[in-house]
């Protein structure tokens, strides 16, 4: 929702474009074959080239070629068949090259959308500008010894998806569900982890307030901000000072800020750097990019379904609620994990059980989905159990709580521990007279008219029989027994 600030001279509107840089998921680099396993051992992973050794020349890897083509299509965007390496130069002690090769004038994606839902239920469409390939650099190691800093480049080289929207965000709201969209159709699309933790997935935040109405106010962008937390507090620290800065009568100069998550806030880092002060130019190491329809087809024949599809259908054909699917599409892997035990079975039941048992037994024991010690065949296993009435709903929560401790079949617990649900009508009835002859006086009273003893009865016959009568025999031999 488009959020306005109140100053001291009127209300703001804020306006927000984000440059997300998205690691792409590839076994080897942009432009070697060194590997890309994310905490391997300091400078293990560097070939040649990623070190920039004289006489060293960058060979294209197509998978990460690949990878951004897919992201384009799941952007529903324009591929470019022509696209064009330049090399952006610029000084940096863990940038052995003296340059970036990365796309400028010619990205190999163009133009595309975002469909994003806010917290109102609304949905708002966010521009993509472009997405253009570039290499990743070293990083540098500040912490490691008192008066040394250290180089590690294994990330040197490594394929980045550089993505980066239109000015079309008005909130801290509209950013977070941004990201967090954008990450979800890297996740489905298989083509960057998302992992922000890890630095696979950052964002550039670009900022800038203005009266409502009026053109766009000069912003300040926004580095090293690397949590969808970080990107919420980043803005509202910077539009603050903005606001502050322009009602005191100092405009905003561009620039280049820091984030700083300790003293969350931002600090001016550089003023901004113009596009001639890279130099860019075609890197004549390089041929440039063409890409042929075929290609372009055959990746477009392999996109998985997408999140907002996914939403649909599990709303409008499996008949889950807007929230629950909300939850459910919310991980692909969290996704996929449903269908399994949705497959066959009864959809809101197994979301039920999906969101409310396993994903709650999961984030109160700090695990993953990934960690599960109860398989999605497995739940699935112990809801047949309760469709065909083998246990009760109740008795089911207690067999999932030990299948999650031993991660036994569902079946098996019930066999071991007896824990079938009683339907036989001669064993509950036993246990009803046996009930009815122990409280002759709450038989007598309801007999005249205390309708609401029914209840109890229930309660006892069921605490009889463990939990294991089943709830609807109870309920209709009480009545007629009762009713005598
Ligand atoms: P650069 O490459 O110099 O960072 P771009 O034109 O690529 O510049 O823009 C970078 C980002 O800044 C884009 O996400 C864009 O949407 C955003 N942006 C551009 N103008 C503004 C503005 N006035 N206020 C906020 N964001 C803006
Ligand atoms: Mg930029």
New binding site residues.
């Given amino acids: 929702m488009a959020q306005l600030l109140q100053g001291e001279t009127g209300q703001w509107e804020l306006?927000?474009?984000?440059?997300v840089h998205a690691q792409i998921t590839a076994q080897s680099k942009l432009f070697s074959g060194a590997p890309t396993t994310f905490g391997a051992a300091p400078n293990t992973q560097v070939s040649f080239v990623d070190a920039a050794m004289p006489g060293m020349l960058p060979v294209l890897n197509e998978k990460c070629v690949e990878q951004a083509v897919r992201t384009g299509l799941g952007l529903n965007a324009v591929i470019h068949k022509v696209s064009v390496f330049e090399r952006k130069n610029y000084f940096y002690a863990d940038l052995p090259q003296g340059y970036q090769i990365s796309q400028f004038l010619h990205p190999i994606v163009g133009k595309g959308e975002i469909e994003v839902d806010l917290s109102d239920g609304s949905v708002k469409k966010i521009g993509v500008?472009r997405l253009h390939l570039e290499q990743d650099a070293g990083k540098s190691l500040h912490d490691q010894h008192p008066t040394k800093s250290f180089v590690d480049l294994n990330r040197s080289g490594c394929a980045l998806m550089e993505i980066?929207?239109?000015?079309d965000m008005r909130s801290a709201e509209e950013a977070t569900a941004y990201l967090s969209k954008l990450r979800m159709i890297l996740q489905y699309l298989g083509t960057c982890n998302g992992n922000m933790d890890e630095g696979s997935m950052r964002a550039d935040v670009?900022?800038?307030v203005r009266k409502p109405g009026d053109e766009?106010?000069t912003?300040c962008?926004i580095k090293n901000v690397n949590s969808l937390k970080a990107v919420q507090a980043a803005i509202e620290y910077e539009s603050r000072r903005q606001i502050e800065s322009i009602e005191s009568g100092e405009p905003i100069t561009q620039q280049t800020r820091l984030w700083d998550p300790a003293k969350m806030e931002t600090r001016p880092m550089r003023s901004k750097e113009e596009a001639h002060d890279y130099r860019y130019f075609p890197d004549p190491d390089l041929l440039p990019l063409e890409l042929d329809e075929g290609l372009i087809e055959k990746i477009r024949a392999t996109l998985p379904e997408l999140p907002d599809e996914k939403k649909h259908r599990l709303i409008e054909t499996m008949g889950l609620s807007i929230y629950d699917a909300g939850v459910l599409i919310a991980e692909r892997r969290r996704a996929d994990y449903f269908e399994i035990v949705a497959k066959n079975r009864d959809a809101k039941l197994a979301a039920n059980w999906v969101i409310n048992e396993l994903l709650g037994l999961l984030n109160k024991n700090g695990q993953t989905l990934e960690e599960s010690p109860v398989s999605a065949q497995q739940l699935g296993g112990l809801i047949d159990l309760i469709s065909d009435q083998t246990i009760s709903g109740k008795i089911a929560k207690d067999v999932f709580a030990e299948m999650f401790e031993t991660g036994k079949n569902a079946s098996d617990i019930v066999e071991e521990k007896g824990m079938k649900q009683v339907t036989d009508t001669g064993a509950i009835e036993k246990i009803i007279d046996e009930v009815i002859a122990e409280n002759p006086d709450n038989v007598t009273a309801y007999r005249s008219g205390k309708d609401k003893l029914f209840g109890f009865f229930v309660g006892q016959v069921m605490k009889k029989s463990q939990g294991k009568a089943n709830p609807a025999t109870v309920n209709e031999l009480l009545k007629s027994k009762l009713g005598q």
């Fill in positions: 306006v927000i474009g984000l440059e500008t980066v929207s239109e000015p670009n900022i800038s766009l106010g912003r962008e």
